[in-house]
């Protein structure tokens, strides 16, 4: 079980590949988003980005870039001091209006296409790497990537319920490569809407879906099991109780 919840953090970060020290043949890169920060990370290119959103915090490292704005709402004299060489983008985050008045200032825009399954994580991922002239690097840690999911895709699914914020608590649809990864790694989303991406769930709402499993995807290394339950302090659920069991033996061991 724990295995399999390391591995698809790993899926999720590329942490576990290295990192490639090979020069890009773009030298002031900004990223948008922090999807594409973390994949630019993996690819060697640290030394080339020169803006983040303030989003961007993996790798850790990546908190000490420059910071531009937010993902939707880039503070654009800040790009324009920089005068990057090279801007990311994504269509399912970035409204047209503001790529079209980058391009307009004369940027270089490179637009990400919506990642809602593996096959799109890894179109994108060999995008960005042809682009940053590292293709050859994109296919080995691709390549490393796929064979352990080939290890694992046979596993018996658990219905496990994503946390993506806790307070509201915020999880993830049918419409997100996440279910696609889940599935790899032996789990299965049990939010069966598909709309919208990523939904608000009430307490309450949490509760019906009974999950075997919880993941923590926030960015706090410990959550409060409290939020998880309702107002009566008698009206436990199974997960929520295996929680409090085995949560510290899950994320802190």
Do not use: W
């Not at 994949?39 to 850790?60: K, Q």
Request: charged content about 25%; proline content about 5%.
């Amino acid at each position: 079980m724990r295995k399999n919840i390391f591995l698809l953090i790993f899926i999720l970060l590329f942490s576990s590949v290295g990192f490639s020290t090979l020069l890009s043949k773009y030298q002031k890169i900004i990223s948008l988003s922090p999807y594409i920060t973390e994949i630019l990370y993996n690819l060697g290119e640290a030394d080339s980005i020169v803006g983040v959103t303030l989003y961007c915090n993996r790798p850790s490292i990546a908190k000490n870039k420059p910071k531009i704005g937010g993902m939707i709402n880039p503070n654009l004299e800040e790009i324009l001091k920089i005068s990057p060489d090279l801007i990311f983008a994504t269509k399912e985050d970035h409204p047209r209006e503001l790529i079209a008045k980058l391009q307009d200032l004369g940027f270089f825009v490179v637009i990400l296409s919506e990642s809602r399954t593996f096959k799109d994580i890894k179109t994108n991922f060999f995008k960005v790497a042809e682009v940053v002239g590292k293709l050859e690097t994109a296919v080995s840690q691709f390549s490393d990537i796929e064979r352990k999911l080939k290890k694992v895709d046979s596993n018996k699914l658990i219905d496990t319920f994503i946390v993506l914020a806790d307070e509201p608590l915020i999880t993830v649809s049918q419409e997100s490569y996440l279910n696609d990864i889940l599935a790899f790694a032996g789990f299965r989303n049990i939010v069966e809407q598909r709309s919208p991406r990523y939904p608000i769930y009430s307490r309450e709402a949490f509760l019906k879906l009974n999950p075997e499993f919880i993941l923590n995807f926030t960015n706090k290394d410990i959550l409060n099991p409290d939020i998880f339950l309702r107002a009566n302090p008698y009206a436990f659920l199974e997960a929520v109780i295996f929680l409090r069991e085995n949560y510290y033996d899950v994320y802190k061991k």
